[in-house]
């Protein structure tokens, strides 16, 4: 159980556990603690938009199309705004890269010199979703600059996962909840609405070893490779006499389909297809925090193979595949596209 001297509520609040716990940051420990706590904010904001879409014109398409030919929702442009503006102004990023931005923004006033980190986002992920009412969220991912008193480069933001000094998700569902990472666990925070805080509900989430839940868009199965389509077979019994079937979930937000199986246990896979031949998600502001998170809490991630923190990213829109989750289920997975890959 969280405990300290200082506290003597049950409740903990985000700035508060943030504060308490960053004796054990890295680096210089103000800095992180403020911008855990910008981002918060800016969340916070997001999910006040996120309640009220169904009320104001905020619903529906803007019309316009992002760098990989997506159509932009009203509120992945409200959300890519808040986050980079509560960036802008925290004072301890210098930059920020962004799914709704072709190219990264440095901040390159000299206000930012010596601001030492840089932070890729996913300002609203699941947008396909918006508009029926569905989970949503929001993915970040928080480098240091790889050399000290200059503005961002390319080269901060195309850093190993391994590299990553923090990393977390926000998700608008039934509640809204922040869960985030900086090495040393993962802890969830539920937003009460009441008082306007994150507070501390879910403390050293682990993840299930196995789990009953596979989650993937089966619609594209036969677009799949062999070692993924009896993977999938695996999941619903078929490989194993007597076997339980797992149950299929897919709701189609990374974020909420990601924290489900964190929860209860489970994969979520995006693979390869043939019409995405290096699978859908992005490796900078999807799978590298995810990734992050879910060893953080026991899991593993990797593209079939190898582990996805180990990638050297080379574009700041670069996909990979996704296999996540549960480590006794990625594996298994893993097991079956190494099978492909030998078999003649
Ligand atoms: P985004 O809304 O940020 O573009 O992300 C959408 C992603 C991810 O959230 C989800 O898991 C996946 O796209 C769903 O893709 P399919 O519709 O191809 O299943
Ligand atoms: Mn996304
Ligand atoms: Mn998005």
Redesign the pocket.
Known sequence: MFSSRRFKRDIVTLPEFILERQKDFPYAKGDLTTLLNDIGVAAKIVSREVRKAGLVNILGEMGTENVQGERQKKLDVFADQQFIAALRQGGVACGVAS?EQDEFIAFDDQLYLGHPYVVAI?PL??SSNIDVNVSIGTIFSIYRITESNRTAKIEDFLQPGRELVAAGYVIYGSSTMLVFTTGRGVNGFTLDPSIGEFCLSHENIRIPETGPFYSINEGNLRDCGQGVQDFIGWCKGSNDEGATPLSGRYIGS?VADFHRNLIKGGIYVYPATKKAPLGKLRLLY?CNPLAFIVEQAGGMATDGHRPIMDYQPRELHQRVPLFIGSPKLVNKAMEFILTEAVSP
């Open positions: 799914e996913d992920d699941g990374l999807e």
